[in-house]
């Protein structure tokens, strides 16, 4: 089974930065990857996926992650942050096919 | 299409009471999810429906959680008796497919607090 790790629990980033949230994963075969965010009073949106194919994804609200495997990563960028991106942010991977394991988040505060 | 819905969005009991939480799944979503996110800890799988039938209940913490499904439609899942540790914010989630073929569709959450 799949099982995924965010190092980071919180980060601060300037309106404007840029941002890169990091998220490990441990697994033998080609790993099912997603993000997901969750803005306060929402519930969580998925952000973007990797299954396979080309490492580098792209998602909603200007993100994209890259899958590398060499480092076992799946890791979440914003060239740019706006103050609505602050939010948590979770990494997740199947269990199974209907079970989802996330990692234990990420918060971002933008600061103008 | 509307979203998937949970309420209340808040509910505070006391020890021992009971309490029911409502899902109502996006419409033709057969699969329906419970997680549950704990103070300071990772979102945790509790069940998953198919339509009416319980598929995998392995995540729920004890028999005071009883999770329902009549109908195929929409969830209940109430916590009797409720203890301290139960308190956190209960995510309901509902897909056409299964996890890696269709993205999961989450509600706002219910943020139960038990004193």
């Known amino acids: 089974a799949q099982s995924v790790t965010q190092p980071d629990i919180h980060i601060t980033v300037s309106e404007g930065a840029s941002l890169e949230l990091r998220c490990n994963y441990s697994?033998?075969?080609?790993?099912?990857l997603f993000w997901y965010v969750q803005s306060p009073g929402q519930g969580l949106q998925l952000l973007l996926k990797?299954?396979?194919?080309?490492?580098l994804v792209q998602g909603i609200k200007g993100f994209e992650a890259e899958f590398k495997r060499s480092q076992s990563s799946f890791n979440l960028r914003k060239p740019s942050v706006h103050w609505s991106d602050a939010a948590e942010y979770f990494c997740?991977?199947?269990?199974?096919?209907?079970?989802?394991?996330f990692g234990a988040g990420t918060t971002v505060t933008v600061r103008a | 299409e509307a979203g998937v819905t949970q309420f209340p969005s808040h509910s505070v009991i006391e020890k021992g009471q009971t309490v029911t939480l409502r899902c109502d799944p996006i419409?033709?979503?057969?699969?329906l999810y419970w997680y549950r996110r704990v103070m300071g800890k990772e979102i945790k799988f509790l069940l998953h429906?198919?339509?009416?039938?319980?598929?995998?209940e392995s995540g729920m913490p004890n028999n005071r959680f009883l999770a329902e499904r009549t109908g195929g439609t929409y969830s209940t899942l109430k916590v009797q008796p409720a203890e301290l540790e139960d308190s956190g914010v209960y995510f309901c989630a509902s897909s056409q497919a299964g996890t890696r073929n269709s993205p999961l569709h989450f509600g706002n959450g219910t943020r139960l607090t038990v004193t």
């Open positions: 997740a991977s199947p269990f199974n096919d209907y079970k989802l394991s």
């Open positions: 990797y299954f396979s194919g080309d490492t």
């Open positions: 697994y033998g075969a080609t790993p099912y």
């Open positions: 429906f198919v339509k009416e039938s319980k598929q995998d």
């Open positions: 419409s033709g979503h057969d699969n």
